[in-house]
């Protein structure tokens, strides 16, 4: 098709095609190209070739692997109306969303870039003739698996985290979405980087992974994903004594204090939860509601939701698009009958739109009880869940009640209620009066089941090196 890339992996500092499987548009389910799949030679290479490519990245200066990273993404920037719309062919988001995520993924490995010139290590005092010294080296080649929600920013933070430590990395990037890895390793490639240090692959998950992983060449393992594939990996990459990133899924709660305006709120919430359709490890979800505003937060939701125009992501005006696959359908309509078979009120959607492409509208259920299956998973689509509280200790109590713990939200003008929130929610990331998760220069992970380690900031970048201590007796 016009204007989508041709899919191909990079392995030492070369493109290679392969045959493999189709590529889906979710808007119209037309067929976008191939998407290769990777031999057992292939990965033998790649991991040859990530070998050699980290003795020559850790040994390249600090500034001028900033240098080839920032070119990089100076490329980026004038590719993303290009590259945004690749990603809205392939996902489904709105043009301008997939804008945003590429220049996001920007200021991400821009950020890392310039922080790599700081990972600093320590002099400890000892005594006379002693000297105690603490270095941060990079950790050593780096297997990566990215998901198909955000396919570039996602490949971004971690590509990023790994070149800015000094270590090389090979990206097993989504096969429904690759476009976004693609274009983001052809930036590196067009900004010099050397060959081998960054290698990107496609095929079967579940053999690249467990193929990946035992490699002795291999020495982090990171991985965004879900509870049930994380949990796997993390097994796996503690067989073979490999420390791991595990960013994984999450039921994100949003505690709506009786302090706030709740039409304003609701409309806030709207926008929050319809990004991406949904599809948001950290989007917000289970919305716990003081009752005394509890009906007007609910109603002006359910309006504000009825009013988003779902569509092609192609078109300008339309705010919500589709689906990324037929999965994410059956599982919206699963959820919903499971709700309404429990009790719970149908405020807005509901219902598939059409039989062409996989769009389903926000969906507002309330008065949802504990026992409803979206109440316990993650829905990852447009459902939102609203459900009424007497206190915020009983909503806190209920965020806290499942075993993910990755993002949490809440709305509240009290220092006294943010201080209680920040306290005892039982999240890695928790953010007060809007929906923003992290930005580039914050640690981005989650806690419980949603995993474990850090992508982004100073911890972020921590992560991909080990802590090497040097203790010289004077001669």
């Not at 994380?230 to 999450?250: D, F, T, V």
Request: hydrophobic share 45%; with cysteine; charged share 20%.
């Amino acid at each position: 098709m016009a204007n989508y890339p041709n899919i191909e992996m990079y392995i030492d500092g070369h493109w290679k095609s392969a045959s493999g499987q189709p590529i889906i548009n979710p808007a119209d389910e037309s067929v976008l190209g191939t998407v290769p799949t990777a031999s057992m030679a292939d990965l033998d290479d790649a991991l040859a070739a990530a070998e050699k490519g980290f003795a020559v990245w850790r040994n390249t200066s600090p500034a001028k692997r900033a240098q080839i990273i920032l070119k990089a993404a100076a490329l980026i920037r004038e590719r993303v109306n290009e590259m945004a719309l690749a990603m809205t062919l392939e996902q489904g988001k709105p043009i301008e969303q997939a804008r945003l995520e590429i220049l996001r993924g920007c200021d991400i490995i821009e950020w890392d870039a310039t922080e790599g010139l700081r990972l600093y290590g320590r002099v400890i005092p000892g005594e006379p003739g002693m000297r105690h010294t603490v270095l941060r080296q990079p950790i050593g080649p780096v297997a990566a698996f990215s998901p198909w929600n955000f396919p570039m920013s996602s490949p971004a933070r971690k590509v990023a985290g790994a070149l800015s430590s000094g270590c090389s990395i090979v990206l097993k990037a989504s096969e429904e979405t690759p476009a976004g890895a693609v274009q983001l390793v052809r930036a590196f490639h067009d900004a010099g980087l050397p060959a081998g240090v960054l290698n990107l692959v496609f095929g079967n998950p579940v053999e690249i992974s467990e193929y990946l992983i035992a490699q002795t060449r291999i020495r982090l393992v990171t991985f965004t994903g879900s509870v049930p594939v994380g949990k796997h990996l993390a097994e796996m990459a503690g067989r073979y004594m490999k420390p791991a990133i595990m960013e994984l899924g999450g039921h994100a709660p949003v505690i709506v204090c009786d302090d706030v305006d709740p039409v304003a709120t609701a409309g806030t919430s709207v926008i929050g939860k319809s990004r991406n359709a949904g599809q948001v490890c950290v989007a917000p979800t289970r919305f716990f509601v003081q009752e005394s505003i509890y009906e007007q937060f609910a109603q002006s939701f359910a309006e504000r939701a009825t009013q988003l125009k779902v569509g092609n992501g192609l078109d300008p005006s339309i705010q919500m698009g589709p689906l990324a696959n037929a999965r994410r359908i059956d599982v919206m309509e699963t959820l919903v009958a499971d709700a309404k078979a429990k009790g719970a009120r149908v405020l807005a959607g509901g219902h598939r739109i059409g039989n062409r492409g996989y769009f389903f509208p926000l969906t507002v259920l309330a008065d949802l009880p504990d026992d409803a299956r979206a109440m316990n998973e993650e829905p990852f689509g447009p459902l939102a869940l609203v459900n009424p509280v007497k206190t915020l200790d009983e909503a806190i109590e209920k965020a806290n009640s499942l075993p993910y713990g990755l993002a949490g939200y809440a709305f509240t003008p009290s220092a006294a209620n943010a201080d209680h929130l920040a306290d005892d929610l039982e999240v890695g990331n928790l953010s007060i009066n809007h929906f923003v998760a992290a930005i580039a220069e914050t640690p981005f992970g989650g806690v419980k089941d949603s995993g474990y380690g850090r992508e982004g900031g100073t911890e972020g970048l921590q992560c991909y090196t080990i802590a090497k201590n040097v203790s010289h007796k004077m001669m």
